[in-house]
């Protein structure tokens, strides 16, 4: 928010008055979109004319493989998507269902870590820090290869620490099939997301850190306890980056792709569980070369990414607490 | 006697605060610890499964740790060790005549007492293990999915594409940073909310028009639109430009630099914290990039990343655990390593980029 304030400012100082620029504002502009010019040319020719074309893609038959049989086919396409072909409609529900898993999970996952990185009480905060975030930096692909080896039925180091703790038959065909019981995949997946809780967390750690100290001092003179200072300052404080996280969180979600088809090439396994909304559209596109249906499907999950988008920033003014606004 | 009874409560509340402090520190540290350490099994698990051995997998009582059914080399040949139980006690014993109801065992601890007769089933008796990590699983798995063609492959895109990002985001910035431009704030804002664009409304004509070129299959799509400069890398230089006090360009403008002057003398130089923290951003999603070079390199895996190589040697190897698990370490090492040196611009630079938008 203080971007948009410092730039209200800039624009009074821009406007000359007689609402003609000068010579010398003309060359400083010419030179400012010369140095814009690698971003303006990369959203026209990487943005503006794909999602374009994306969307005249979607009212063609068109196979990549046999160009010139390309057809004009009206919104076709999207009747199958919207209301003939049922799985656009079931991986979407899967999408979602995943995500409310995962991301509450994750966030919170973040703030915990985030909360106990930032207490006075523990010893050696740098160090957790770095060891918290390390399993970040190591590329998804072997997080879900090494996740699905811990996670393993049998072999894995999860059901055996299981077993032998509590002596539940956690081993085996009869135990806790993480990654082939559609009950448990959705956890087992979203597991493997905590791996990745290194940037959330600092962002978050550094949201506490920012919160001013007076409000604690305050707090603590009327005699709040540790809870009532978590839900009333501390969590307020920083709903702003916890907006972010989440709008990010969302967005990703509705792209979920690369556990699924590191670990079943996108089959869906188990009992299609995992043919989330991203996995189908790879699949329309990129196995059977539908890409006039392909990018129906992308323009789709355009539109729900803005929907969710749009709603999200409408609840915001309900819950997300601007505090550098009012400086 | 008032004084008396003052004093008493204070010195007792001190004590109870500082024992209070005390037991919260144990306990929120000891908390961390437990946390710390569930979060990194996993780890330690790849670890110690890539070092066992193939038969490990499948053999029942095979301990956690990576090791091997001992032996003992005995007047020139070699025998498997049992655990052989005599009253309470539990005799590791290598065997050496296998009868049905009686065998013969030597105690490696004192093979001159020589043959001991045991009476009773050997085929009931378990083995002894013995530590035995396999190093060579490392270098196997190293040879077998052609490491150092991938790591090469994923070195120059990482590179390359690092090199293209960083430059354009920092000449972008400082377009946003120090000129007034008509519609800026328009334009800034339509850059951010590029970051929230779903990747995919663009990639099904930007892959036809690469395919029309024929350059799906090669690493141009991937590389050339990093030259291009993306949200985020941007956003977070132009932040960092702004704190640059905006007198040390106009003392170099007084003396006749232009912008391309301001820009390399002044600007770069005093930014090296923030570059740095955008080219390790790009580094490092260059090296776990897959949708990208899944799409552009199907069918030409002697142009694969890591992150697809990894996946094609999983579908292939699904079977060999500790090669894949091997496998998965080896690709990770560069950019762990990496972060443990440079944590401190990298932190920054995510604090930057999710703190202040």
Redesign the interface.
């Known amino acids: 928010m203080a971007v948009l304030s410092r730039s209200n400012r800039e624009r009074v100082r821009e406007r000359p008055p007689r609402g003609k620029m000068t010579l010398l504002q003309k060359k400083e502009a010419r030179w400012g979109l010369m140095f814009l010019s690698p971003w303006l040319i990369g959203f026209l020719a990487f943005y503006i004319l794909p999602m374009l074309a994306s969307f005249w893609f979607s009212l063609l038959d068109f196979n990549p493989a046999v160009p010139d049989q390309a057809t004009y086919i009206g919104f076709e396409n999207w009747t199958r998507a919207l209301v003939i072909d049922q799985e656009v409609r079931l991986s979407f529900i899967r999408t979602l269902k995943f995500a409310a898993i995962s991301l509450p999970v994750g966030l919170l996952f973040a703030l915990f870590l985030a909360v106990l990185l930032n207490s006075k009480n523990v010893i050696g905060t740098n160090l957790y820090r770095t060891l918290f975030y390390m399993p970040s930096m190591i590329p998804v692909v072997a997080t879900v290869l090494i996740w699905n080896g811990v996670l393993n039925e049998q072999t894995g180091w999860i059901n055996v620490f299981i077993q032998n703790l509590t002596g539940i038959q956690a081993t085996g065909t009869q135990g806790l099939r993480w990654l082939a019981d559609p009950r448990l995949v959705y956890y087992a997946y979203t597991m493997f997301g905590l791996w990745g809780v290194g940037p959330a967390m600092i962002i978050f750690l550094a949201g506490l850190q920012g919160v001013p100290t007076e409000l604690y001092e305050a707090a603590e003179i009327d005699g709040a306890s540790w809870v009532q200072r978590l839900a009333r300052i501390t969590i307020p404080m920083i709903t702003p980056v916890i907006f972010y996280q989440l709008v990010l969180g969302v967005i990703g979600s509705l792209q979920y792709f690369l556990a699924p088809f590191v670990l079943n090439r996108g089959t869906g396994f188990p009992e299609g569980m995992t043919r989330f909304y991203m996995v189908y559209f790879y699949k329309q596109s990129f196995t059977f070369f539908n890409m006039g249906y392909g990018a129906t499907l992308a323009w789709l999950m355009f539109l729900v990414a803005l929907v969710l988008t749009v709603v999200l920033f409408g609840t915001a003014k309900y819950w997300v607490f601007y505090a550098a606004e009012e400086k | 006697m008032t004084g008396h009874t003052a004093t008493i409560p204070t010195n007792r509340r001190v004590m109870t605060r500082k024992v209070r402090?005390a037991i919260?520190?144990v306990?929120?540290?000891g908390?961390?610890l437990t946390?710390?350490f569930a979060?990194?099994?996993?780890?330690v698990?790849?670890i110690v499964?890539a070092l066992k051995t193939d038969s490990q997998?499948s053999k029942i009582g095979a301990p956690?740790w990576p090791a091997s059914e001992a032996q003992y080399e005995y007047e020139g040949r070699y025998y498997d060790i049992y655990l052989v139980p005599i009253g309470d006690e539990l005799h590791t014993w290598a065997l050496v005549d296998k009868g049905r109801t009686v065998s013969y065992f030597v105690d490696p601890r004192d093979p001159e007492a020589g043959l001991i007769e045991w009476e009773g089933q050997w085929r009931q008796l378990e083995r002894a293990w013995g530590v035995d990590p396999q190093w060579g699983n490392f270098s196997e798995a190293w040879n077998t999915i052609d490491f150092p063609q991938l790591l090469t492959n994923t070195l120059v895109y990482a590179g390359v594409t690092t090199f293209g990002a960083v430059s354009?985001a920092a000449?972008?910035a400082?377009?946003?940073a120090?000129?007034?431009?008509?519609k800026?704030?328009v334009?800034?804002i339509?850059?951010l909310s590029?970051v929230?664009?779903?990747?995919?409304?663009?990639?099904?004509?930007?892959?036809?028009v690469w395919?029309?070129l024929g350059l799906v299959g090669t690493w141009w799509p991937l590389i050339i639109?990093a030259?291009?400069?993306w949200g985020t890398n941007?956003f977070l230089l132009r932040q960092f430009f702004?704190t640059i006090p905006r007198e040390l360009d106009e003392a170099a403008m007084i003396d006749g630099a232009g912008?391309f002057r301001i820009f390399f003398t002044i600007i770069v130089p005093q930014s090296t914290s923030a570059l740095t923290a955008v080219a390790l951003f790009h580094f490092?999603y260059a090296?776990?990039d897959?949708?990208g070079p899944?799409?552009y390199l199907?069918g030409n895996p002697d142009k694969f990343p890591?992150?697809v190589g990894?996946?094609a040697f999983?579908?292939l190897y699904s079977q060999s655990?500790n090669l894949?698990?091997a496998?998965?370490?080896v690709?990770?090492i560069i950019?762990?390593l990496?972060?443990?040196f440079a944590?401190r611009a990298f932190?920054q630079g995510?604090?930057i980029t999710?703190?202040?938008?």
Request: aromatic share 20%.
């Open positions: 402090k919260a520190s306990l929120v540290t908390l961390t946390v710390l979060f990194l099994i996993p780890m698990y790849g499964t997998f956690w354009s000449l972008v400082y377009g946003f120090r000129f007034r431009i008509p800026k704030n334009l800034f339509l850059m590029t929230f664009l779903p990747g995919a409304v663009t990639l099904i004509p930007t892959y036809f395919n029309e639109p030259f291009f400069s941007v702004l912008p490092f090296w776990n897959f949708f899944l799409i199907a890591i992150t990894l996946t999983n579908n655990t894949i698990q496998a998965s370490l690709s990770s950019p762990v990496i972060f443990f944590q932190m995510v604090v999710g703190v202040e938008k």
